[in-house]
């Protein structure tokens, strides 16, 4: 089996949304990313947690085969997010993050994970992202997202990480903000000459746009009938894209591989928006991931 490391955040969230409130429940790009990357590969993850963490939710992800050998656990209270939506279920809206054990966090790779293949470095700071990329020796593929904290703040630094990555996974407004450009197309163009070979555009509840070999390619999102939390489903997206590819890498990054593996993470998000937090794909059986791609080809279909 292939496998994936993930460098990011394991945290807990409370949110709210037009359809209630939950209150610390478990959340994190590495967590959203390591749940919906193990339908097709195993997972290590580097991280940090504080001593409030739960067992229940450690244990989450051992059930699904993710190794965590690389997350740190030290004195001090896990990171903790709240937000809210409202209007736009696209966009969330931060009420506080508490950074917590998260501030001081060094990733320390142990020595088996130094050789993994493929890479995914979730939203922090570039220069942890840089300092975990350097650690490893044997990356294949490397995929990175970003937020619009660091386009503001470290700029020089994501601009100098995406020289190394060969995958950039980003939403349209964050796209535009890097890009410097008000059209997105503009701005994926500009994206894609700095470095990465692909550049996959999350747009939430309209689908993704994804650029390579000087190629568009743009689907909707499968049609979700009851949207009750968007939090995770970027992450989500991003495990499923860069599982599919580790699982069936063949050593390039084909325009029609990549299609492939946004179709797939499009499909683990519109399973993530249904609960709050990680509730629905954690119980998420692949199965379900089978007859909602069948859903998924009617919908796109133009031929019938």
Known sequence: MSEILVVGSVAYDTITTPEGKAEHILGG??????????FYSSVKVVGVVGEDY???DIELLKSRNVCLEGLQKVPGKTFHWEGFYEGDMNEAQTVETQLNVFENFKPILPQ???KVPFVFLANID???QMDVYNQMTSVSLAGLDT???WIDSKRESLKKILQKV???????GEARKLGESHNTIQAIERLGSWGPKAVVVKRGEYGFVLYSDEQFFILPAFPVKEVIDPTGAGDTFAGGFLGYLSKTWEGSLEHSKLKQACVQGCLLASFTVEGFGLTRLKNLSWAEVEARHAEYLKVISYYN
């Open 126 to 128: 570039p220069d942890i």
């Open 54 to 56: 739960r067992e229940e």
């Open 147 to 149: 937020m619009n904290f």
């Open 29 to 38: 790009s590495a967590n959203y990313f390591s749940v919906a990357a193990s």
């Open 166 to 172: 060969d995958v950039l996974l980003i939403n349209e």
């Open 112 to 114: 088996s994970y130094k």
